[in-house]
């Protein structure tokens, strides 16, 4: 039974390490804008001009 | 690609969706309303931007016709107020810009290196309306404003950025860094007192004490960091004189810490440990309901923010642009259409028409002759004019009518009903306690100190200071659906209170876009063609109400058009000679008042339209409603002339006012409240934003809520102007609402009471009782709200 003290200090360490992470995040500034991300997440990679036309196909292929 | 970029309808503009001219504009098959458009198409089509089309349909916005001119972003030193920061390679600035609507333009402006490679980085923030661009040295941040402006996102760039750089919202961050270490306490002190809960055997024993040296160690954060600010704030109150709700708070945080502490040291007992970290966890995340509120908005706008940063000086016939700041008496400035008078200043040379509206309420523009001396704050209509200045900046009218000292008065902290109660709660509370310990300090001082803590401890209102914050950010969060935007939760608590409701008249109950005409005179439906097409040309806002009001689409072609700005237009129209303009345009002598607009066809006076005042959308049923059970006053800075259209809506003639100054809007609003009135003010501009601080309440009718709007403490969506009676009706079922919550919370404390003062409270009934009263009182809150909502037809 006296693993359960290693474990705890495991699990204590663990949820430690998250701690910090979020501070982290909040700290560099992630946290402060939560709507943008969402959108730009969505949008298409950018294609050399050259490749434009190919896209195209494939989306009228669809 | 292209088979999903076309638009449904070929009858509107490919860029911003506006109805085509008789002859649109073409670029590759597509077709635009105006140059502007099509020159924006032109560009993004350049720069292989052409996916900006993709994501929405007709994501432009109509191109204003005349851009701001940014020569002023040369001078460095502006440039170094703006920018947030600079090395020897590269500057970083943020800019706000209106424009930005949809997706669409979030991907065009993260684009901004396609079209300009010395633009590395730019990164939108939708809801801010902000660009943060990153630029190399090759170009300078005029450049990169002027490319943004060919694009249609032209920044505001006003003189309260320069003043008051936007800071990041360090208190937020720091609330929710709070909230997280407060969070992960209480997850893993739950955990680890669970087992004494359920029961240890004596073998067991050991994890007992070990637990509970955990369970202390993981209290002290909490204690130490996250609910520092009930102690500091309590302690401020106390110094004060003041008991808030912070006091019981602060004082059951810190007798659950020692109880806990001694329980736990001295291995009598698990100790509250978990009640503790749980009560400040929820509190936290109330106070953090609390302060959500619109941090894009800005609330605190001044004068500053409606004047540019900058004005063009003329020094030996050279123009050159200077800051507002160094603008000195006898400058001699230049002031082209569209732009703002800063500075008092003297008429020099041109022909001035200003638009006061926003300084004074006076809708109709004021014409005004050289010499004549010209008030900050107009806005100039017709072309250039040049001005000397009589005044700095800061000494004119209109700045000084601001840093007046009664448009300075600090209102009051609204006080909540939580406030008023928590008084005569933490009295009884403090009585509860000493008179239970006192009870068994006769026969068991054991007893006493445990039944003395225990009231502390079970009584901690956080039930009750939940409710006030989960209501109303509830309700704050159904204003927000329904457009009208608060500064804060207590805002609604002195909506509920008001009794007189003051309008300002120009901008707030009338309609700027929709101005209804009528027209004198006789005109057949050939000749109404006529004019809707030479209209169509035109710019001018009367132009293009006239075009939407007679609602035809183009048939023909115009022929020698020509357009006299600000005074008429004329052209050749299916072979007619049309001529529309003003009075003086015609060379007609009339005695007709307003802004009219006369036609004349074939050199034969026709009549004329005449833009009457339109009461915004469901003004008439609102005064209605409102009129029952409020004062309703009429401030306006206006002539006299709507008086006899607006008698219906304002009860006696005393509770209507024209030609009010500022000043006295200001002072009709003191007189009210030296009555024991308490005041809504409903207003929209500049010479509202004395009476909207002096009020109780004020409220800024705008119809874009990221334009300039004074200092409020609302701001209301024009489109939502009729519902100001059910936001009222609200705000007083929410009050209800917390009345509600804090009977129930009582209730629980008056249940964990009567275990306390016998001094029989275990920690498992604290961790029961605590988080129940807690659930309960967000459950209620936030669906009373709700039902209310829905009642009031407001979901």
């Avoid at chain 2, 170009?139 to 060919?150: D, N």
């Avoid at chain 2, 909490?222 to 008991?243: E, M, P, T």
């Avoid at chain 2, 902290?413 to 300090?441: H, N, Q």
């Amino acid at each position: 039974m006296n693993m359960i003290f290693i474990l705890i200090g495991f699990s204590m360490l663990l949820a430690l390490i998250f701690l910090i992470a979020f501070f982290w995040a909040s700290k560099s500034g992630q946290n402060d804008d939560l709507y943008t991300p969402g959108v730009r997440i969505l949008f298409d990679d950018d294609k050399p001009a050259e490749d434009t036309l190919k896209s195209d196909e494939d989306h009228q292929a669809r | 690609m292209n088979t999903l970029t076309k638009p449904s309808i070929e009858t509107s503009c490919y860029h911003c969706g506006d109805s085509l001219p008789a002859k649109p504009y073409n670029s590759g098959g597509k077709l635009f309303c105006c140059l502007g458009c099509k020159g924006v198409y032109q560009i993004l089509e350049k720069h292989n931007l052409s996916a900006y089309y993709t994501y929405n349909i007709v994501p432009g916005k109509l191109g204003k016709k005349n851009h701001q001119k940014f020569d002023y972003l040369d001078e460095s030193s502006i440039n170094e107020k703006l920018i947030d920061y600079q090395d020897e390679k590269i500057s970083a600035i943020t800019l706000y810009i209106p424009a930005i609507h949809c997706s669409s333009c979030i991907w065009l402006l993260e684009h901004l290196h396609q079209l300009n490679p010395a633009i590395l980085q730019s990164r939108t923030d939708f809801l801010k309306k902000q660009v943060s661009i990153t630029f190399s040295h090759d170009i300078t941040l005029r450049k990169v404003v002027e490319t943004l402006s060919t694009i249609g996102y032209e920044p505001l760039i006003s003189l309260q950025d320069m003043v008051q750089k936007q800071q990041a919202d360090q208190s937020g961050r720091k609330l929710v860094s709070k909230i997280a270490v407060a969070g992960f306490c209480f997850g893993n002190v739950m955990l680890l007192s669970f087992p004494d809960y359920f029961g240890l055997s004596a073998l067991e024993s050991n994890f007992r004490n070990f637990f509970g040296y955990i369970n202390l160690a993981l209290s002290l954060p909490v204690l130490l960091y996250s609910s520092r600010d009930y102690f500091s704030s309590a302690w401020n109150n106390l110094k004060n004189g003041i008991l808030n709700l912070d006091f019981p708070l602060a004082l059951g945080i810190a007798v659950m810490f020692i109880r806990s502490a001694t329980e736990i040291l001295l291995q009598t007992g698990p100790g509250f440990v978990d009640t503790l970290c749980s009560l400040v966890f929820f509190l936290l995340i109330g106070r953090w309901m609390q302060q959500r509120t619109y941090h894009y908005l800005s609330f605190e706008r001044d004068y500053r923010s409606y004047f540019p940063v900058a004005v063009t000086r003329l020094i030996n016939g050279l123009e050159k642009a200077v800051p507002l700041q160094e603008l000195q008496i006898a400058d001699r400035i230049l002031i082209r259409s569209n732009e703002i008078i800063p500075a008092d200043a003297i008429l020099l040379k041109g022909e001035a028409k200003l638009d006061f509206s926003f300084v004074t309420g006076e809708s109709a523009p004021v014409n005004k002759v050289l010499g004549e001396i010209i008030y900050a704050g107009g806005r100039q209509l017709s072309g250039a004019i040049e001005l000397e200045v009589i005044k700095p900046v800061s000494q004119s009218y209109l700045t000084k009518l601001w840093n007046n000292e009664s448009f300075q008065t600090i209102k009051d902290p609204i006080k909540t009903f939580s406030d008023k109660a928590s008084k005569y709660f933490s009295i009884v509370l403090l009585l509860i306690a000493f008179g239970s310990g006192f009870y068994w300090a006769g026969t068991d001082l054991n007893r006493a100190a445990a039944a003395f803590t225990a009231v502390l401890i079970i009584a901690c209102p956080c039930a009750l200071a939940l409710s006030s914050p989960f209501t109303l950010a509830a309700v704050l969060s159904i204003f927000d659906k329904n457009k009208l935007y608060l500064k804060s939760t207590e805002v609604i608590e002195e909506l509920a209170r008001i009794d007189t409701i003051v309008f300002d008249k120009t901008g707030t109950i009338t309609n700027p876009d929709a101005g209804d005409l009528h027209f004198t005179g006789t005109l057949s439906q050939e000749q109404r063609q006529a004019v809707s097409d030479l209209a169509r040309n035109s710019g001018h806002p009367l132009s293009r109400e006239l075009v939407k009001w007679l609602g035809l689409s183009p048939r023909h072609d115009v022929f020698h058009y020509r357009e006299m700005v600000g005074r008429g237009l004329s052209g050749m129209v299916n072979n007619h000679q049309i001529r529309i303009g003003s009075a003086n345009f015609l060379g007609l002598q009339t005695t007709v008042k307003g802004s009219a607009v006369h036609i004349e066809i074939d050199n034969y006076y026709c009549g004329y339209f005449i833009a009457a005042q339109q009461w915004r959308d469901g003004f008439k049923a609102l005064s209605g409603q409102l009129s029952v059970r409020y004062d309703l006053h009429l401030l306006s800075g206006d002539q006299d002339h709507d008086r006899q259209c607006l008698s219906p809506f304002f009860p006696g003639t005393q509770q209507m006012k024209f030609r009010q100054s500022p000043q006295q809007k200001l002072d009709y609003i003191k007189n009210l409240q030296k009555d024991g009135r308490r005041v809504l003010m409903v207003g929209d501009g500049l010479n509202d934003a004395g009476a909207l601080r002096q009020s109780n309440l004020g409220i800024a009718v705008t119809d874009d809520i990221n334009n300039f709007s004074p200092g409020c403490d609302g701001i209301l969506d024009g489109k939502a102007f009729g519902r100001l009676p059910l936001f009222i009706k609200q705000a007083k079922d929410a009050v209800k609402v917390i009345h509600m919550s804090f009977a129930i919370s009582l209730l629980y404390n008056a249940v964990g009471l009567f275990i306390a003062v016998q001094g029989k409270l275990s920690p498992l009934m604290a961790a029961i009782l605590m988080p129940m009263s807690t659930i309960t009182i967000i459950l209620f809150t936030t669906l009373c709200a709700r039902y209310y909502a829905r009642k009031n037809k407001l979901l």
